[in-house]
């Protein structure tokens, strides 16, 4: 089971850049499930850029990998370095389009980025 936040105003489309994502969405999935854990509010207004984004990684960090629509080259080494994987998206991609992408991904041949993820998140499971 891997769990997967997006940045996105309204639960249907990844629409938000990282740092500025007021909300996120996470979800539970595997080859054949999907389920919706909840729904993140990171809204709280920080002004320093480091805080701000260590915060919003603080919000996502049940996560193994986070889409958003747009993520500073900052952002992206911080939410890596915090064992998240970033992927970034054309905005308004839906979020159930990414799910089924990942979901072939598993079901087919995974490339090793996604196999290491899914072999992380089964040992967090045990």
Known sequence: MINIAFASSDGVYIDQHFGWSKTFYLFVVDEQ???LIGTIDSSEEIEDEHAKLSYKIGTIDDADIMYCS?????ASKMVQASGIHPVRVTEG???NSAINQIQ?????????????I???AKMRAQ
């Not at 991904?105 to 980025?113: E, R, T, V």
């Open 33 to 35: 499930r999907v389920e």
């Open 70 to 74: 747009q993520i500073g080259p900052k």
């Open 93 to 95: 991609e839906k979020i």
């Open 104 to 116: 072939t991904m598993l079901n087919d041949n995974p490339p090793m980025w996604l196999l290491r």
């Open 118 to 120: 899914f072999h992380k």
